[in-house]
T-cell receptor
């Protein structure tokens, strides 16, 4: 049963600390998306990659957020320094649009709390 | 630009009631349309989809028909259960036949459904 995995599932940290969230996309998927979900803003697209290259990160605050794909099996989202307003659930999703399907498969999310 | 508008929640129903969650969209070309469901504490998962006009997507008793003339993709279920309580998201993808298509999904704001026994 192929699934997107995310670690950690929960993270509590103090303001100013670095936070790294990791995602393992489904094997063979070449597109990876990072979303942030809050009660106030709903679901926001932060960044996405195709074949490990960033295609769009316009939804991401550039001064503190960075997203990378060191290899095809790992995507990372870093926040440095973290702020209380970054508290949210961060979802990773993967897909394979070049195979003809637009479906995105979501991971279980990382719940981040910045104190 | 492309956008999705769905009815605000929460929607509260009794078990076995009929469900409709409205979704309308604005898009160029012929996007694919989706309904995703998010159960408490989980990520979103695909519920159903339709890729062209007049297509009907269906799954787990839920249905939605791609209506090009009204730019709508309303979600329906004839008899809801307590286990259907979740947040439902309508979404569209860019039409791959138009220049600049990204295959991103554009999501609506989500509609919380609460089904009471």
């Amino acid at each position: 049963d192929a699934r997107v995995t995310q670690t950690p599932r929960d993270k509590v940290t103090e303001m100013g600390q670095e936070v790294t969230m990791r995602c393992q996309p489904i094997l063979g998927h070449n597109t990876v998306f990072w979303y942030r979900q809050t009660m106030m803003q709903g679901l926001e697209l932060l960044a996405y990659f195709r074949n490990r290259a960033p295609l769009d990160d316009s939804g991401m605050p550039k001064d503190r957020f960075s997203a990378e794909m060191p290899d095809a099996t790992l995507a990372t989202l870093k926040i440095q320094p973290s702020e209380p307003r970054d508290s949210a659930v961060y979802f990773c999703a993967s897909g394979a649009p070049t195979s003809g399907s637009d479906e995105q498969f979501f991971g279980p999310g990382t719940r981040l709390t910045v104190l | 630009g492309n956008s999705v508008t769905q009815m605000e929640g929460p929607v509260t129903l009794s078990e076995e009631a009929f469900l409709t969650i409205n979704c309308t969209y604005t898009a160029t070309g012929y996007p694919s349309l989706f309904w995703y469901v998010q159960y408490p504490g989980e990520g979103l998962q695909l519920l159903l989809k339709a890729t062209k006009a007049d297509d009907k997507g269906s799954n787990k008793g839920f249905e939605a028909t791609y209506r090009k003339e009204t730019t709508s993709f309303h979600l329906e279920k004839g008899s809801v259960q307590v286990s259907d309580s979740a947040v439902y998201f309508c979404a569209l993808s860019d039409d791959p036949n138009y220049g600049g298509a990204t295959n991103k999904l554009i999501f609506g704001t989500g509609t919380l459904l609460a089904v009471q026994p």
